[in-house]
């Protein structure tokens, strides 16, 4: 059985989120999910609960961007943000 990771979507919000902040993320996929492991569930404001669905985000770029990033399509939107760049 492969092992589904469970800080997927919280990687994928913040890429996004330092996209827009203009900020680089260098953190890799392993040391997500090892924070995760560990038991912390509020990562860089970002509250996560225990199957690693995203909660809230405490430092978000705008007052609503959570709510409207995580309506949309991750995947789409990180390609149409590769293909801007």
Known sequence: MKYK??????????KIRSSVEDVEWGLTDEFMEEMFDFGIRHIFGV???????LLSDDQEVFTGYF???????FD?????????N
């Not at 990771?5 to 919000?13: A, D, E, G, P, R």
């Not at 509250?47 to 669905?53: A, F, I, M, R």
């Not at 709510?67 to 399509?73: A, C, E, H, K, M």
């Open 5 to 14: 990771m469970k800080t997927k979507k919280l990687v994928q919000y913040m």
């Open 47 to 53: 509250h996560l609960d225990d199957d690693g669905n």
């Open 67 to 73: 709510d409207i990033v995580t309506r949309v399509n």
């Open 76 to 84: 789409e939107y990180l390609l149409s943000k590769v293909e801007m």
